[in-house]
Nanobody, 119 residues
Framework: QVQLVESGGGSVQPGGSLRLSCAASASISSLYAMGWHRQAPGKQRELVAQIRSGGLTNYPDSVKGRFTISRDNSKNTVYLQMNSLRPEDTAVYFC?????????????WGQGTQVTVSS
């Protein structure tokens, strides 16, 4: 079982920046991957950033060049630095951890943190 606690959400004007944090109850270096997803009202949850145990990162085109995922293994914390925010980035952001147990994949989720981009 992995517990995830997000923080750092809030309201910001277009063009602004926010940094989200996700503290894990387990050693993140042992996890297959950690990531951030978001869900806007009436839309499906979508991946916005992922970092694998080896350090490989993955971003969709919609956030590439604006968002950066990073981690601090000593603090078991993953960060999402969001720059040049746009109104369409408004959503609830969820931290995600992926663990493989044998051939079974297990996903763990945080409670979510609201990000609102508005003038």
């Amino acid at each position: 079982q992995v517990q995830l606690v997000e923080s750092g959400g809030g309201s910001v004007q277009p063009g602004g920046s926010l940094r989200l944090s996700c503290a894990a109850s387990a050693s993140i270096s042992s996890l297959y991957a950690m990531g951030w997803h978001r869900q806007a009202p009436g839309k499906q949850r979508e991946l916005v950033a992922q970092i694998r145990s080896g350090g490989l990162t993955n971003y969709p085109d919609s956030v590439k060049g604006r968002f950066t995922i990073s981690r601090d293994n000593s603090k078991n914390t993953v960060y999402l630095q969001m720059n040049s925010l746009r109104p369409e980035d408004t959503a609830v952001y969820f931290c995600n951890a992926i663990v493989w147990v044998g051939t079974s994949r297990r996903d763990y989720w945080g409670q979510g943190t609201q990000v609102t981009v508005s003038s």
